[in-house]
């Protein structure tokens, strides 16, 4: 965070804290971290949540809680304790989407931090639990992406035979994926060609 977003920050941070003079309740700390998060003061929207949770918030707001500090985290670069507060807000929810998102959202941040073997072993670890097709698809492919990085080809190939039985692919799909394993053999895996080929099964996913 630069300087003059930091100063910003402290000076919404006091104005905020007029009315009431302190905030000193959980919900008073909660609203206060959701303004600062919402105005993307994610330093002090960190400090704000984690002293709701200090003063005991109502355990349905704390997996929002949990999952806005993974997220903060995200934004600040800090992906090693985005995964940290994410692990607790999944332990957190019986909802099968919101489970999704912070599993495959904490597996881009393994991504990001190089640690292709732990991204590996929770892919593997979830992949036969989810009943959705579109979670089962999506995964398997971070998991192809993810054995491409370690240039571990037989297992990629694996991975890749399944994507193609499981998964709802055009001709155009199943020609591009055929030619993923021998382009990535051949290039400084991952190439900016090869990135950009990524995107057009996930979007976005190109740019980890």
Known sequence: MNIVTRILCSS????????????????????LARYLYDNKCYDESITEYKRALFLGIQNEFKLSAYQNIGKAYIELRQYQKSIEYFDIAKNLTDDDS???????????????????????LELNRNIPYFKNQKFIDESRFFL?????????????????????????????????????????????????????????????????
Not at 101 to 113: A, G, H, Q, R, W
Not at 176 to 185: M, R
């Open 98 to 120: 919101i489970y999704y998102d912070l599993f495959i959202t904490n597996i881009v941040s393994l991504l990001k931090l190089k640690e292709y073997s732990s991204a590996i």
């Open 144 to 208: 192809i992406l993810t054995y491409l990085y370690q240039q571990m080809w037989d297992e990629a190939t694996k991975q890749i035979r399944l994507y193609k039985a499981e998964a709802n692919l055009n001709d155009q799909e199943i020609n591009e994926l055929d030619s993923l394993l021998v382009e990535s053999s051949t290039l400084n895996f991952p190439d900016e060609s090869i990135a950009g080929w990524l995107s057009t099964f996930i979007p976005g996913l190109g740019q980890v």
């Open 12 to 31: 919404m941070l006091c104005c905020v804290l007029i009315i009431p003079l302190v905030a000193n309740t959980e919900n008073e700390v909660l609203n």
